[in-house]
């Protein structure tokens, strides 16, 4: 009694596979595999259906020894070559993975690059369009600051040279972000050093920069892509982390770039704020760009535990 209930199971699993088998065979637009394993697993359900009726109603329902030894062989063969081709299909998906992948990343750095072309046709127009308009106008507030006139009216020149020259400066600063010049010229770590003296200028948190780089040069498209990411961290840091202190490390070895940002702030959940549509404190802007370069991002942060970010990337000096 209990070889036949056993014997009902595997008939009635049997025929569910080759059911599930001919929907993937559509799936896979009649993919050969499939059909291959549907016909086996087809075979080995009538095969139990025939040991069933023979356990159950005798041996006039006994299959020739050949019969059975010819629908094993079948059996096997089916599945064999399925199997061979369903390593196939898995190796075209997994090829189809990597070039999907590989385009994204094109399209990755298509955009990156974009951006940056458009900061700086952004930071020229407004350095060469503004830049000179601003200085007639401080040149004609000046002239006006010469001449002779009234308290009331020197103290409106006076005031108007002072929103210029503020003006300016903003101006030369919003040109400056687009397009940091000590980077372009002179480097990633003299870049960096100038925009960490900003930072620090204005107080409230102290930064610390170790690097065994000097004035060592590298792809352009790494460079900028490092330092914007360096610049977004201590934004992020400035913003939400609370910290008293930012501890920043570049280290070049053996034709890699290891940077370790640090700091001291309340932290966060990376997962979660990773995965915030729009948002994640630009984690997600970051871990974009550094794969863009081949790098790697490893953030380690808890609540109250501060925040450690690591990256690495492969880089040859020029």
Known sequence: MVLKILLLISIVLQLSAAVIAIRLTRVTKYNLSWILITIALTVMALQRLAEFMQVGFG??????????????????????????????????????????????????????????????????????????????????????????????????????????????????????????????????????????????????????????????????????????????????TLKHARARQINLNIAYKNEEILLIFEDDGIGFEPEKAIDVPGGGMGLSNIVSRIGSIKGSVDIYSKPDCGTTITIKVNAKRI
Request: with cysteine; hydrophobic share 45%; charged share 25%.
């Open 59 to 236: 041996k006039e329902y006994m299959v020739a020894q050949d019969i059975v030894v010819w629908v094993g062989v079948l059996t096997s063969l089916c599945f064999a070559a399925g199997v061979f081709l369903i390593r196939k299909i898995l190796n075209y998906i997994s090829t189809v993975e990597t070039k999907r992948r590989l385009y994204e990343k094109r399209i990755l750095n298509a955009i990156i690059q974009t951006e940056e072309r458009e900061r700086q046709r952004f930071s020229k127009e407004i350095h060469d369009g503004l830049g000179p308009l601003l200085s007639s106008v401080k040149m004609s507030v000046s002239a006006l600051d010469r001449m002779n006139t009234d308290p009331k009216q020197q103290a409106i020149i006076r005031n108007a040279s002072v929103v210029v020259d503020e003006a300016v400066r903003c101006l030369k600063e919003v040109a400056n972000n687009l397009n940091p010049h000590i980077l372009m010229n002179f480097g990633l770590i003299r870049g960096l050093n100038n925009f960490i003296n900003k930072v620090a200028s204005f107080g409230g948190i102290k930064i610390r920069f170790d690097t065994n780089l000097k004035d060592e040069r590298f792809d352009p498209n790494v460079e900028v892509i490092l330092y914007r990411v360096v610049c977004e961290m201590i934004n992020n």
